[in-house]
């Protein structure tokens, strides 16, 4: 719809007709008249008494639409749009998923049946990343080198399909911890520091890479960067052996310690999952503690129509005084070239 912003400028239009009240005229007085000897031939070139009061209310009309339209332009006349939601300024949150050989184990199960942790991670980590709505969501992926999958964008769902489409292996067997943390901290430093947060799971201990864990988590202190580790793999279960029947753990490999120190130089918390429910615990439990940001803000988009009333008034303005000024013109040249004389 079309509405006016600063309605209050209205209150200027009777502003002529008050200056016009209270203010005297100007005493015109005697001294300055002229006798005009050709008066007769020059009221005849003006028209007649009737015609010039025509031609001054035609004047009052004109000017009087001009400073209607000049008080309306001052009024910001602008088409308001509908609204149109913008997403609240979120989190800015990466993921550090391990790839690495051991995320193969089989040591979850799902509806009775086991399956792999990483099959288990995509499925929590989905549905984490779908729930995080307005916050922008990035992707690392590392084993024997850490690489940038998706970087930090609003399209969760871009996000979610990559990190489906990951398999385990896809860069090695090892685990690089210390390099998944630099990556992330790369994309992460240049965003505004508030809502700076990594996720980070892995089923192994540091094994490869340039960048040390613990020295990565330094400079993620430094630069104000929450860290949450979450270490994933079964406990301790007995299975059946040609040497009878043993107690084995299969996430013997896991450097909690490591994760945990990650995890409190950088004012985040360490998660421990051992099965496919304590794993969405986990999620749920980040949720808490970086909840998602408030509703989106509605605003409604305007355009300025000031221009068209200003425009208006200018054009009249100018035809105004060019319809004013051409019959004296006329007139006047008329009366230089005189009475024309012929000889008999």
Excluded at 2 to 17: G, K, S, V
Aim: aromatic letters at 6%; glycine letters at 10%; charged letters at 20%.
């Amino acid at each position: 719809m079309i509405t006016f912003l600063w309605p209050f400028a209205f209150l200027l239009l009777p502003l002529p007709f008050v200056l016009r009240h209270f203010l005297k005229p100007v005493d015109k007085g005697l001294g300055g008249a002229l006798k005009v000897p050709f008066f007769a031939s020059l009221s005849q070139g003006l028209g007649s008494r009737a015609d010039r009061m025509s031609i001054s209310w035609w004047k009052l009309c004109t000017a009087s639409l001009v400073w209607l339209l000049m008080v309306a332009a001052v009024a910001r006349p602008a088409y308001v749009g509908p609204e149109v939601p913008l997403p609240a300024e979120g989190r800015d949150i990466m993921m550090a998923i391990d790839l690495s050989g051991s995320m193969a184990e089989q040591d979850f199960a799902v509806g009775g049946r086991p399956t792999t942790r990483l099959n288990v991670v995509k499925d929590a980590a989905d549905a984490f990343i779908e729930s995080r709505k307005g916050d922008r969501v990035g992707l690392v992926l590392f084993s024997d080198r850490a690489y940038l999958q998706a970087p930090l964008t609003f399209d969760r769902q871009a996000v979610r399909n990559l990190l489906d489409q990951a398999q385990v292996g896809l860069t090695g067997q090892q685990t690089a911890i210390g390099d998944a943390i630099a990556v992330s901290l790369k994309r992460l430093k240049d965003r505004p520091a508030e809502g700076r947060v990594l996720v980070l799971l892995t089923d192994g201990a540091n094994n490869t890479g340039e960048m040390d864990p613990i020295r990565a988590a330094e400079l993620a202190k430094k630069l104000g960067i929450r860290i949450y580790t979450i270490g994933v793999g079964g406990g301790p279960m007995a299975v059946d052996t040609p040497m009878g029947r043993q107690i084995v753990n299969p996430s013997s490999d896991l450097d909690e310690g490591a994760l945990r120190k990650i995890a409190e130089l950088t004012g985040g918390q360490y998660f421990r999952a051992t099965d496919v429910d304590g794993l969405a615990q986990v999620y749920r439990s980040i949720d808490k503690l970086e909840p998602v940001g408030a509703d989106p803000v509605h605003v409604r988009p305007e355009v300025a129509l000031y221009f068209w009333p200003a425009g208006l008034a200018l054009l009249l303005a100018a035809l105004s005084v060019l319809i004013a000024t051409v019959p004296a013109l006329i007139a006047n040249r008329r009366l230089s070239k005189g009475p024309v004389h012929k000889e008999a």
